[in-house]
């Protein structure tokens, strides 16, 4: 029997919802609904140190002004710190996370050593300095171990096929930093999973994690759900939109203006009636990604 659709919208409490997050929520909702299946939110504060108080009722509240419910009660990252342990550990015991002692500096110095000055996102390449053990440092971090992991292929749903090598793009990333706080991947990874997620449908900024999740679930014996990244906002400079460049939070006041500038973005024709929009995208979107009726 086939899995049943479920699909999330994991917003991050570190501001409130702007035009970019709204496609992303747009379009994970209107994939659930032409699924016929059930859509949830769940609020990614695991790293404390970047949300905001309040901010998830901010966004829950943005959400339903624009008739965007969740089919649950929103799970919060924050209360579900036992799970990630859990993770971490059948990592450790597997063999696929080590310890890891080194600073931002001590990386900055073994990459220039090594001559490797390829920077990430503003993110180097982790060049492996602990996989063999500490060298005598305290320890700070869990990393996870790529470097028996093969290139990945998977296939999504708007961008097509799609291909990494972790190892060599990223490097061994980080399960657990040193304040304690696990790192959204491994988060995100148990949550998907743990609450039956068939269906990733998330920003295209976010496209890029998609591998380092699907080794993570291999490792813990985890199903990969199917992904599907959404077209990104620009800014007028061609920039991403974020919560952290100021984007404009949005005019909930006017929600069918708000919606169909978050449908355009998704190639969706614009609506004239808050009362039907919905429906109708549902019934283009099924169109657009060749559901059946
Ligand atoms: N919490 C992440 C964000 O707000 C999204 C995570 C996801 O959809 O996988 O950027």
Same mark, same amino acid.
């Given at each position: ?10 917003? #991050? ?17 209107? $994939? ?9 939110? =769940?609020?990614? $504060?695991? $790293? ?29 990252? #924050? !209360?579900?710190?036992? +799970?990630?342990?859990?993770? +971490?550990?059948? +990592? ?21 050593? #090594?001559? !490797? ?22 320890? =700070? ?8 992991? /093969? ?12 291909? !990494? ?10 399960? !657990? ?24 449908? =998330? ?22 759900? =199917? ?27 006017? /929600? ?35 559901? /059946?009726?």
């Amino acid at each position: 029997m086939a899995t049943p659709y479920l699909g999330r919208f994991a917003p #991050s409490p570190t501001g409130p919802l702007h035009a970019g997050s709204l496609v992303a929520a747009l379009a994970s909702w209107l $994939d659930a609904r032409a699924h016929g299946g059930q859509w949830l939110v =769940r609020i990614e $504060d695991v $790293d404390s140190t970047r949300c905001q108080r309040g901010m998830d009722q901010t966004l829950l509240r943005q959400l339903a002004a624009l008739n965007l419910h969740s089919d649950g009660p929103p799970v919060y990252q #924050s !209360q579900r710190t036992p +799970l990630y342990q859990q993770a +971490l550990d059948q +990592l450790i015991a597997g063999g696929h996370a080590y310890l890891c002692g080194c600073s931002r500096r001590d990386i900055e110095l073994a990459l220039q050593h #090594s001559g !490797q000055p390829k920077p990430r996102h503003g993110e180097r390449v982790y060049p492996g300095t602990c996989r063999h053990g500490l060298h005598g440092r305290g320890a =700070r971090a869990w990393r996870f171990n790529t470097q028996a992991q /093969p290139r990945l292929h998977w296939q999504d749903r708007r961008l097509g096929e799609q291909a !990494q090598d972790v190892a060599l793009a990223v490097g061994d990333f980080i399960l !657990q930093r040193a304040d304690g706080c696990f790192a959204y991947q491994l988060a995100v990874v148990v949550d998907d999973a743990a609450q039956g997620i068939s269906d990733v449908v =998330r920003g295209e900024d976010l496209a890029d994690n998609t591998a380092r999740q699907i080794l993570l679930q291999r490792a813990l014996h985890l199903p990969t759900p =199917r992904y599907l990244h959404t077209p990104l906002v620009l800014g007028p400079h061609g920039e991403k939109l974020s919560k952290q460049n100021g984007a404009q939070a949005l005019d909930t006041e006017h /929600p069918l203006a708000t919606l169909n500038r978050a449908a355009a973005v998704l190639g969706l024709a614009e609506q004239h009636a808050l009362a039907d929009a919905l429906a109708n995208w549902v019934a283009q979107w099924r169109c657009l990604y060749n559901l /059946p009726p």
